[in-house]
């Protein structure tokens, strides 16, 4: 599989996507894909990319989240291989309101299991995807941010630009 990788630049600083025929397969605040292809599942993982330019909707969707609007993050197609209650639980992440996090308890009751809390922390952290599926809407118990593949300053920014 070829895939087309794009960087973009944001408030937060590099955003770089790998995707495939308009799929998002990874995403996040790094300057190069060597920061992605550990979190892609073996079997989706591309032999190769191509730099472009513009990825139509994918990167309509990042501008888009940046100038106030989370909604079209939500609605591009992400590829992601794992067991049951990981994929569903990254289904799930795509339905939390923008504004209004959730904690891993909670999150972990949405996913359909109450009690697997750790498992919840684990999708949050094996989530290739970031942005569009969003991790970080999710928070500790206590109110604090828990942890975040790309920095828990990147973390609080994304907050509140949704409780904005």
Known sequence: MKAQLLKMS?????????????VV???????????LTGQIHPALLPASFEEVTGLGAISAAVDAFYSGDPAPAMAVPVLQRSGPFRSHAW???REVKPGFPVTYTEYAALAGNAKAV???????AFNAAALFVPCHRVIRTDGS????????QVKESLLAREAA
Not at 25 to 33: H, V
Not at 118 to 124: D, E, I, N, T, Y
Not at 145 to 152: N, T
Request: hydrophobic residues 45%; charged residues 10%; glycine residues 20%.
């Open 25 to 35: 397969l990874a995403s996040g605040w790094t300057s190069g894909p060597a920061g």
């Open 118 to 124: 750790r498992a919840a922390a684990s999708a949050c």
């Open 145 to 152: 941010l828990g942890g975040f593949r790309w920095g828990l």
């Open 10 to 22: 944001t408030p937060d600083g590099p955003f770089t996507i790998l995707a495939s025929d308009g």
């Open 91 to 93: 289904d799930v992440l």
